[in-house]
């Protein structure tokens, strides 16, 4: 295969969704409706989103031999991502569990499965595919050991969008640039409570450069020269679920196209608005050709 400009290495899931009317109290029992399965996994979902927006992606990570396998790629291959690194494993495929509220508000469970196994084995049966890239983009749903040899192998650029943050070695999680986190996140790689706004600072003492996102509000943009406010265009949402995914596939594209992180990230706010105005994670996602908010 050629070198992809864009690798990811990460997690791929079936994603089962229940919508309704607002998220139930603990021991309450509700009645909802849906109950599709559609793909999903932040992974997958952050390579369809650069993909669908022109980039060359391919995607490091496992599956396994279950019936859900194929909807897990299904989006993948229509979004032309190379799946050649993706292994096939003795395992269940990753599965979410995905209740949205009705006014667009998501909780999601997830069943690691495959996803689990990822670890430095697999992503060095795969290091041509890492190394060959010219941005690298990881995530916090796969083991802390195939995190760490995936940014090892790497000789492009590093992205982290560290979801959910996991215990990974520091010095690798420092090599991100941009380090992407939203702003719960961001607490929970400092250690410690502060408003985003302090969080961002504080992080940019350890990272060269920070993007904490803010869900409608935006996201704040770290980098040498200072921070930066990035607005989202307001929408009416139907459903935030991997919005964050659709921002930081965005801003990889538009990253090795040349935009600098602040132009990137503005880019990367109108794609995430533009996926919470349809439902789902991957269907959500906008293609090259359709018009942003």
Excluded at 17 to 29: K, L, M
Excluded at 82 to 92: G, I, S
Excluded at 105 to 125: I, L, R
Excluded at 241 to 270: K, M, Q, W
């Amino acid at each position: 295969m050629q070198s992809p400009r864009i690798t990811v290495v990460g997690s791929i899931n079936a994603d089962l969704t229940v919508n309704v009317p607002r998220h139930p109290t603990p021991g309450e029992t509700l009645l909802g409706s849906g109950g599709g399965i559609t793909p999903g996994g932040k992974g997958a979902n952050q390579a369809v989103a650069a993909a669908r927006l022109g980039s060359s992606v391919a995607l490091v990570g496992a599956i396994g031999n279950d019936a859900h396998a194929d909807e897990a790629q299904k989006l993948l291959i229509d979004a032309a991502v190379d799946l050649t690194a993706l292994e096939t494993l003795d395992a269940p495929t990753g599965l979410a569990v995905i209740t949205v509220a009705a006014d667009g508000e998501n909780t999601v469970m997830v069943v690691p499965g495959a996803n689990g196994e990822v670890g430095a084995g697999v992503v060095d049966k795969h290091a041509a595919v890492v190394s060959g890239a010219d941005l690298v983009l990881l995530q916090g749903e796969i083991p802390a050991d195939g995190f760490a040899r995936a940014v090892e192998l790497a000789t492009g650029r590093v992205v982290v969008n560290l979801a959910p943050v996991i215990d990974v070695d520091r010095g690798a999680l420092r090599k991100a640039d941009p380090l992407i986190v939203n702003e719960h996140e961001a607490q929970l790689v400092l250690g410690r409570a502060c408003p985003p706004e302090r969080c961002i600072e504080e992080l940019l003492r350890e990272f060269t450069s920070v993007v904490v996102t803010l869900g409608a509000a935006g996201a704040l943009v770290g980098t040498p020269d200072g921070v930066v406010r990035v607005d989202s265009p307001e929408v009416e949402a139907v459903d935030t679920v991997g919005a964050g995914d659709a921002f930081t596939g965005a801003l990889c594209h538009r990253l090795i196209e040349g935009d600098s992180l602040e132009e990137a990230a503005r880019f990367a706010a109108r794609v995430g608005a533009f996926s919470v105005t349809r439902p789902g994670a991957q269907p959500s996602y906008p293609w090259s050709g359709d018009e942003l908010p």
